[in-house]
């Protein structure tokens, strides 16, 4: 079946731009994780959706990261007035809840590259 | 907030020989573990996970042992391929929040 797909995979920006991302979890997956990797690091949670709210927002590195996701489905992260630390790949994630267990296995999209000149 | 460090950064073996990666951890709540590994260029994928409830978890080659009181955590690979040269990363699950550590560059040698 399909998987985690994400757009676009490739956006260059002008600082002060605001960029959104798009993630399409796998259908039926109601967790849904938003990372973000620097070149060559490891990776940065930032976020992560039960249906559609999100019990913590607090990862989100500045108050310019938004991150919002409708109908258990979709998941748009927003940065506004991008910034050159920005750059990275932002990668989506999501996951099917077991039993008693929320997390289980993530399935990681292929990311979206931003890069902010 | 969490702190996962995780060893050796870079780890080279022969074909055939075992492979351990560690990883310490700072907050007792800390409930899931999971490892994932990471080619060059790819999307992460796991390859184990274990809960805070259970020690030791073995999937064929690979296993992770849990030490919850001295907050450490390690995978073991067995037999290793040229085909697990990688990227693992270990990561840790408290309060909302993944914390993952700085990852672990695994070398083969055929």
């Known amino acids: ?117 | 907030g969490e702190n996962v460090e995780q060893h050796p950064s870079t780890l080279s073996v022969q074909e055939g020989d075992s492979a351990v990666i560690k990883c310490t951890y700072s907050d007792s709540a800390s409930n899931y573990f999971p490892w994932y590994k990471q080619e060059l260029g790819k999307r992460p994928q796991l390859i184990i996970d274990i809960r805070s409830n259970v020690g030791e978890k073995k999937d064929q080659r690979i296993a992770v042992t849990l030490n919850k009181t001295a907050k450490h955590f390690s995978l073991h690979i067995t037999e290793t391929q040229p085909e697990d040269s990688a990227v693992y990363f270990c990561v840790s699950y408290s309060f909302n929040k993944f914390y993952f550590g700085s990852g672990t560059k695994l070398n083969v040698k055929p």
């Not at chain 1, 956006?11 to 973000?36: N, Q």
């Not at chain 1, 620097?38 to 940065?44: D, I, R, T, V």
């Not at chain 1, 506004?80 to 999209?109: I, K, M, W």
């Open chain 1, 1 to 117: 079946g399909a998987g985690v797909s994400q757009s676009p995979s490739n956006k260059v920006t002008e600082k002060g731009k605001d960029v959104e991302l798009r993630c399409d979890p796998i259908s039926g997956h109601t967790a849904l994780y938003w990372y973000r990797q620097s070149l060559g690091q490891g990776l940065e949670f930032l976020i992560y959706f039960q249906g559609n709210s999100a019990p913590d927002k607090s990862g989100l590195p500045s108050d310019r990261f938004s991150a919002e996701r409708t109908g258990g489905s979709v998941s748009t992260l927003t940065i506004q007035r991008t910034q050159q630390e920005d750059s990275a790949v932002y990668l989506c994630a999501s996951s099917a809840p077991t039993g008693a267990n929320y997390h289980n296995e993530q399935f990681f999209g292929p990311g979206t590259r931003l890069t902010v000149l």
